[in-house]
């Protein structure tokens, strides 16, 4: 026998070490005997994973796959060539994009739709085949009744298949499959992660068919989640409800103090019902004054607690302009369509103390003021 032979074959006797964790299956195969097969197919830390956020969201199955868009990819996939997609007006930017391209490729036709309102949900096409939608939506944060837009749905073609992006709301203030929904889904990279530190996508369904035809597509397509982003994300999702708590309650005081200030001309919130959605995380929308908005990049680096970039709800707070962040791959005309200008303005909130959040955007707006040559109206104190 070989030195290098026996060296291939050495492994550690794991079975009697009942680690205090999962350890990282990092492995893309399994042996012949395993109730594993192949990590294209599934993995003990995605299975892991997969059964916290079923569990969370009360469904029967979940699926966990390498990031958000993958998700909402290989959900697009059950759409049949020359179907019919209908999507709401208001959505992440490259979300809409990622229709756009794909209804064009299969020949789908594409409806766009104002679902926020009875107008847009009087406009569903007699054909249609999936409706996807977020509520509460980036941007704006507005509401979409899910049993409503599941009722009106299904009476025109009970096959179709509505499909809510819950990123935003999470499973804990909002299930949309409670209210009708067929399919429920996630970018994980959120606040299921919450630590920037890893992406996910994650997808939800009670019917077992519907469960088959993804796991299938997943299988084939190769897009399920790593083994070791997965065993992160299963860590994050042990601190995910505190966190939540935090997010929520910093959000909740934040509310009417940018309500306050002389700098913001709007604040966008959630409708939280009680019913639908039971509460909110930290990520609002301002409106800036008109004057200001030449001036966003002072006000920008002047913040001494919130990060820029695309990163959002986690512990640390962040400041995005949708117009060239989230929804920069759309056309000027698609963002103005939408409403998307220069002065709307996407704030996170972390878990960083509520003080001093509350000081540092009152001395980054008075810092972008003072640009404009304007007095600040407010005592820093
Ligand atoms: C609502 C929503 N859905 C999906 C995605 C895409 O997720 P990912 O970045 O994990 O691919 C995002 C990303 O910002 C999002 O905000």
């Given at each position: 026998m070989n030195i290098s032979t026996e060296m291939l074959h050495i492994?550690?006797?794991?079975?009697?070490?009942?680690?205090?964790v999962t350890p990282i299956y990092q492995c893309s195969a399994f042996s012949?005997?395993?109730?594993?097969?192949y990590s294209r197919k599934s993995n003990p830390n995605v299975t892991e994973l997969e059964q916290v956020v079923a569990a969370l969201e009360n469904s029967e199955y979940a699926l966990a796959y390498a990031t958000g868009m993958s998700a909402i990819y290989m959900v697009l996939e059950l759409l049949k060539p020359g179907g019919s997609l209908v999507i709401n007006k208001y959505i992440y930017g490259c979300s809409y994009k990622l229709f756009q391209r794909y209804a064009k490729r299969i020949g789908a036709q594409l409806t766009i739709l104002d679902l926020t309102t009875e107008d847009g949900l009087n406009?569903?096409?007699?054909?249609?085949d999936m409706v996807i939608f977020e509520?509460?939506?980036?941007?704006?944060?507005k509401d979409i009744d899910i049993h409503d837009v599941s009722e009106a749905v299904k009476k025109i073609n009970p096959q179709a298949l509505v499909v809510v992006d819950n990123t935003w709301a999470t499973p804990l203030f909002q299930k949309p499959l409670m209210f009708g929904a067929d399919i429920s889904l996630y970018s994980a990279t959120k606040y299921f992660s919450g630590h920037s530190d890893v992406m996910g996508g994650l997808v939800l369904v009670n019917d077992h068919e519907l469960y088959n035809r993804l796991l299938e597509g997943r299988f084939y397509s190769g897009s399920i989640l790593t083994p070791h982003s997965a065993w992160l994300l299963r860590r994050s999702m042990q601190t995910f409800s505190l966190r939540m708590e935090k997010h929520s309650s910093t959000t909740a005081v934040m509310l009417s103090y940018l309500q306050s200030l002389?700098?913001?001309e709007h604040v966008y919130f959630p409708?939280?019902?009680?019913?639908?959605?039971v509460g909110y995380g930290g990520i609002v929308f301002v409106d800036i004054r008109s004057d200001l908005v030449d001036h966003y990049k002072v006000f920008t680096s002047a913040l001494k607690w919130f990060g820029t970039g695309t990163?959002?709800?986690?512990?640390t707070s962040m400041v995005a302009q949708p117009f060239s962040?989230?929804?920069?791959?759309?056309s000027d005309q698609e963002k103005a369509e939408m409403g998307i200008g220069k002065g709307l303005v996407r704030l996170c909130f972390g878990l960083e103390d509520l003080e001093d959040l509350k000081e540092d955007l009152l001395q980054a707006f008075q810092t972008m003021e003072s640009r404009v040559g304007i007095e600040s109206v407010l005592d820093p104190a």
């Open positions: 492994r550690v006797d794991d079975r009697e070490a009942h680690p205090s012949a005997d395993s109730a594993f097969f406009k569903l096409p007699p054909e249609v509520t509460p939506t980036n941007p704006f944060l002389p700098f913001i409708n939280i019902d009680g019913k639908q959605l990163g959002m709800a986690c512990v962040g989230s929804h920069a791959s759309m």
